[in-house]
């Protein structure tokens, strides 16, 4: 299927997207306070705009209906006086002459003239006082020029005899207009000056506090300092500023971590690294030399590689596990606990064959990833080996989701207990045996990862027990559908 080309859309859609590029052209030359200055004026020029149409319209059919009322009452007073007499035409246009008002008598088959034969009253008859005259319509109001001046006639008939037509000039009407155009165009201007720039002011005071945060960022990453902004008021630039704060926080929290988890790295890596190095200029030396190796002595090099090796896999492998901050997968396997439990026990029992594990194991169903957590168990238990005597006893319990690994060994001091799941974190008497401090942070991960949690209780002296919890696999869908 070929693309669709340019000349091939419809030509109102090309005109549109003309329309719409060129407006971004436009408003992309403004900054957002000009832009909000420039809506608000728009706005209100459109507002005062409107009210001043609707005013001077209304004014407008005000003072035409005030005269139309006061014509139809001056001419069904002349016809009600009596003083129309078809048989004296002059003398009725005696009568009825003013000063202000043009007059027409409309007999069926000619117009009685006033007094002077004006000629502007020959253009005070249509087809419209002739309607009247003939009895078709009751009355009628109009607007006209005469003789070069804006006149309002109004139609009355006469019983009998015709109809009485009245013309009025409105130029009195059309000056008080005029002065209420000019009036309403300077007030809607000096609203639009007032508007535009209150707008201005309003834009400019409004976003100062995006001011700031685009300084802020800007420092940022010019500087590389994360320096919070300071905040003022309750308002949404005030809960951005404080988001856009956390945001620095939890910026500086992840990055110390990542210079701590580096540096502790890096000093784990260093023992093994700096006996890999002796053993290998160790052989180096003897294979320069002229004196044979020992046998005993090259097996016990090559077996202090080989564990120093196996210890940098582990180290490595734990850190790329500590590394993954992504969630579980999108599809997650379901899994027996207790199942998991039983393959970790298999595991430690072919890496410590004298150890003695007392086990209660109870089905518990789960969702996730079960060789995660048979590898945070397995670390559980790689502790509790660890650290508990050659005739000592493991009991692990498995009740309701909850893991019970217990161990005989000297327990935890104190100061100890709140820093035990940390990465690296080893205690005084934990630096002199095997270990990179990684194991129970990697069980917490696990358990935290599942939903779930671990904790950790010791008497110094007494041995320790650890625990870690897994929601069920109904518990789990519903923590999983709460955190989406």
Not at 423 to 429: I, K, P
Request: with cysteine.
């Amino acid at each position: 299927m070929q693309p669709e080309r340019p000349q091939d859309r419809d030509p109102k859609d090309n005109r549109r997207a003309q329309i719409q590029k060129s407006l971004q052209r436009l408003t992309s030359k403004f900054s957002l306070a000009s832009r909000i200055a420039l809506l608000t004026t728009l706005a209100t020029t459109l507002i005062l705009g409107s009210v001043s149409c609707v005013l001077y319209a209304l004014v407008r059919d005000e003072l035409e209906g005030s005269l139309d009322e006061s014509m139809l009452r001056r001419a069904n007073a002349a016809v009600a006086s009596g003083i129309i007499d078809s048989g004296n035409y002059n003398a009725t246009s005696q009568l009825l002459q003013l000063a202000d008002v043009k007059i027409a008598v409309l007999v069926p088959g000619r117009v009685l003239e006033p007094v002077g034969r004006d000629p502007v009253a020959r253009a005070l008859i249509t087809s419209t006082e002739i309607g009247v005259a003939g009895g078709q319509t009751n009355s009628s109001t109009r607007s006209a020029m005469l003789d070069g001046d804006h006149y309002r006639i109004v139609a009355i008939p006469v019983e009998g005899r015709g109809a009485l037509v009245f013309a009025q000039s409105t130029e009195s009407i059309f000056v008080t207009l005029d002065r209420l155009a000019v009036l309403l165009l300077l007030t809607s201007a000096v609203g639009i000056a007032v508007s535009g720039a209150a707008g201005w002011a309003v834009a400019r005071n409004g976003l100062r506090p995006v001011r700031r945060l685009t300084a802020a960022t800007e420092q940022v990453t010019r500087t590389q300092q994360l320096t919070p902004v300071p905040v003022y008021g309750q308002d949404e630039l005030a809960r951005l500023g404080t988001s856009f704060n956390a945001m620095l926080m939890a910026l500086d929290a992840s990055r110390s971590q990542q210079s701590q988890l580096v540096a502790d790295a890096g000093h784990e890596l260093k023992t093994p690294l700096t006996s890999l190095r002796t053993n290998i200029e160790l052989l180096a030396q003897m294979a320069a030399s002229s004196r044979p190796i020992d046998g005993t002595a090259s097996a016990e090099i090559f077996s202090d590689v080989q564990a120093q090796i196996e210890e940098m896999s582990t180290l490595v492998g734990d850190l790329v596990e500590l590394a993954r901050e992504e969630p579980l997968p999108r599809g997650p396997e379901p899994g027996d606990f207790a199942i998991v439990v039983e393959r970790a026990i298999e595991r430690v029992r072919r890496r410590s064959p004298g150890a003695t594990f007392s086990v209660e194991l109870e089905p518990w169903e789960f969702f996730g990833e079960p060789h995660l957590l048979e590898r945070a168990v397995t670390n559980l238990l790689d502790n509790a080996v660890k650290w508990s005597p050659l005739d000592g006893e493991i009991g692990i319990r498995l009740r309701a989701g909850e893991l019970s690994v217990t161990d005989q060994g000297p327990g935890i001091a104190a100061n100890d207990l709140p820093h035990v799941f940390e990465r690296f974190y080893r205690s005084a008497e934990a630096r002199t045996m095997p270990g990179s401090g990684l194991g129970l942070a990697i069980a917490k991960r696990a358990a935290e990862r599942h939903g779930g949690s671990v904790a950790v209780s010791s008497v110094h002296g007494s041995g320790s027990e650890f625990r870690m919890s897994i929601p069920r696999i109904s518990e789990r869908a519903i923590v999983s559908s709460q955190a989406d």
